[in-house]
């Protein structure tokens, strides 16, 4: 038997090969965790978590000292034992819900190092994220300002606010995830004035202390001149502002999106360094234009826990169409991995008893709901003898799967096992159908 070049297939550096070939993760046995958690299993790499905040604290520190801030979009991956984690790292975070900001609150998270997002808070939202003291709120349009007034009103308090504008740049990424163009549906658009009215909206309102703008232009950016246009039209925006109203902006947040790598052909980025090169710019632009220095911050979602996760199932069926196509059925699907239905997203699927063995079968991962769609992987190589029982392993799933996994089918979500330092613990246990049904009365 020839030996599978999987050189390429260590698209992490915590993706590793035993002697015998079978694929480690975090240095540990993905076969002894999918026995002892069962499957399907999510699981994240701690060490790896704590590795990426470290790196955007680091280098937005020396970038911006103590004016550069980098806040956790926990969207991307929500849990109490996360936000934990983001507390003892020292990172903010970004949330959208009242779910979140009690998820956070349970993990002892300082709650006025947080942002509130959404495109439309409702107002049990905005006293829930009032009740709990949420430092800065991101208003998306008019209404929610009017919102944020009247509450903070009747509270006899005033609400720290930031505006969210779109610059009007294509980040050249999926459409699904692009959010930063003049038609999108998050933010007001500087091209159409409406953001200048919204600063002029805010600045008239006195339970809002307008704080700066904020901007997110995608998801899944690879390309750095996306954040360099991005910090010369926000920077102009806060001088344009300036010079109309006589408001200077004390922050400017930059959003989130640096991409990561699902499969090969990704490239790596470099977040220390372009962080680095977004610094450079904000100080020059910020020199030409002669603004005060504004507080600069980042809000890394997927960059942060992305390739610290690993998805684990057992293979059941194998189908195989002679003449068309074949089909590898695992036990879990678009309800845990929903990322292809949504975007058409690619994954890189490996056998994890021998990642050296020969992949003579071309083939579709599908998952067991009763939906065509429900795939995980279209058009992989996978070893023609892999049959019932094989455990299979989805790479880079710890962002946006946890948290945008769902019962469809009445199928329980799986657990996340955290591993750090070669031990692994449960943070999340694994739903029953108990725990499914409980809800119905
Ligand atoms: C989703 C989101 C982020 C994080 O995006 P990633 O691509 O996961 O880094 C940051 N800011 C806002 C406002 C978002 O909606």
Known sequence: MTRTDIASDIICENISVAEDGELLFAGQSTLALAEKYKTPLYLMDEDRIRERCRTYL??????FGDRGHVMYASKACSFKRI?????????????????????????GFPLENAYFHSNN???????????????????????????IERIA???????????????????????????????????????TGQAREMTELALSLPHVSLEG????????????????????????????????LGYTARRLDLGGGFGVRYVASDPVID????????????HSVVRELSIPMPDICFEPGR???????????????????????????????????????????????????????????????????????????????????????????????????????SNYNRIPRPPVVMLSGGDSYVAVRRESVEDITALDV
Do not use: W
């Open 58 to 63: 680091d280098a937005v520190a020396e970038v």
């Open 83 to 107: 936000y934990e984690i983001m507390r003892e790292e020292g990172m903010g975070i970004d949330v959208v819900s009242s779910g979140e900001i009690c998820t956070a609150v349970k993990a």
């Open 121 to 147: 808070k409702t107002d049990a939202d905005i006293e829930y994220a009032m009740d709990n003291g949420v430092g800065f709120f991101v208003a998306d349009n008019a209404e929610e300002l009017y919102a």
């Open 153 to 191: 009103g009747e509270r006899g308090t005033s609400q720290r606010v930031l505006l969210r504008i779109t610059p009007g740049i294509d980040p050249h990424t999926y459409e699904a995830v692009a959010t930063g163009k003049v038609d999108s549906k998050f933010g007001s658009a500087i091209e």
């Open 213 to 244: 703008f904020h901007c997110h232009v995608g998801s899944q950016v690879f390309d750095a001149s996306v954040y360099l246009a991005t910090v010369d039209i926000m920077l102009g925006f806060i001088r344009d502002m300036r010079d109309a």
């Open 271 to 282: 977040i220390a360094a372009n962080i680095r090169l977004v610094g450079e710019r904000v």
């Open 303 to 405: 960059s942060i826990v992305a390739d610290a996760g690993m998805t684990l199932y057992t293979v059941g069926t194998v189908k195989k169409i002679t003449g068309y196509k074949n089909y590898v059925s695992v036990d879990g699907g678009m309800t845990d991995s929903p990322r292809y239905v949504l975007y058409g997203s690619k994954y890189t699927v490996l056998s994890a008893k021998n990642v050296y063995e020969d992949r003579d079968m071309n083939c579709s991962v599908v998952g067991r709901c009763c939906e065509s769609g429900d795939i995980i992987a279209e058009n992989i190589d996978l070893p023609e003898n892999i049959g019932r029982g094989d455990i299979l392993a989805t790479l880079t799933t710890g962002a946006y799967h946890y948290s945008m996994a």
